[in-house]
């Protein structure tokens, strides 16, 4: 199944976590630090004495910064990429109280209502960031779990 299929229309190039600039920026990084590499391994072999191979070995080393550091970088661009598209699709995280600061007003006296549709496998609880926005109806949990659904391991309901 090829991403545009799967994206429904949009193309591949919208859901990328790096812009071609990133990706040719990374590339020629890559590229002049293999090339560093190489020419300082190629100095060092010729050579027998350690002092004399210092400048080669720094030459390699180097290289093999630079290219670790273009990696580095494209991890980091895609993990905000894909941590903002995240918080697109399901919104912003909600804050979690403290332990220690939790009021005993907080807890409801009754189950939480759970909802969920008939043709998914688990049940949330109304708050929870997956089910928001949804259309589903509230049941117990005793009917959901009859139903043959499980819990969401998000909202833990």
């Known amino acids: 199944?090829?991403?545009?299929?799967?994206?429904?229309?949009?193309?591949?190039?919208?859901?990328?976590p790096w812009?071609?600039?990133?990706?040719?920026?990374?590339?020629?990084?890559?590229?002049?630090g293999l090339v560093l590499f190489v020419v300082g391994s190629s100095r060092v072999?010729?050579?027998?004495?350690?002092?004399?191979?210092?400048?080669?070995?720094?030459l390699a080393v180097l290289g093999t910064v630079l290219a670790n550091a273009a990696g580095v970088a494209l991890l980091i661009a895609g993990?905000?990429?894909?941590?903002?598209?995240?918080?697109?699709?399901?919104?912003?995280?909600?804050?979690?109280?403290p332990v220690g600061r939790a009021s005993l007003d907080v807890t409801p006296a009754t189950e939480?209502?759970?909802?969920?549709?008939?043709?998914?496998?688990?049940?949330?609880?109304?708050?929870c960031a997956l089910a928001a926005d949804r259309d589903w109806t509230a049941r117990s949990r005793a009917e959901h779990e009859r139903a043959g659904r499980t819990p969401c391991g998000v909202c833990l309901p």
């Open 19 to 32: 812009t071609p600039q990133m990706v040719g920026l990374a590339s020629a990084v890559v590229g002049v």
């Open 45 to 58: 072999s010729s050579e027998v004495v350690y002092d004399d191979q210092v400048p080669g070995i720094s």
């Open 79 to 97: 993990r905000r990429a894909v941590s903002m598209r995240r918080v697109a699709v399901l919104g912003p995280v909600p804050e979690l109280v």
């Open 112 to 127: 939480p209502a759970l909802v969920g549709a008939d043709d998914l496998r688990h049940y949330h609880r109304e708050s």
């Open 1 to 16: 199944m090829s991403t545009r299929s799967r994206t429904r229309g949009r193309s591949s190039s919208t859901l990328a």
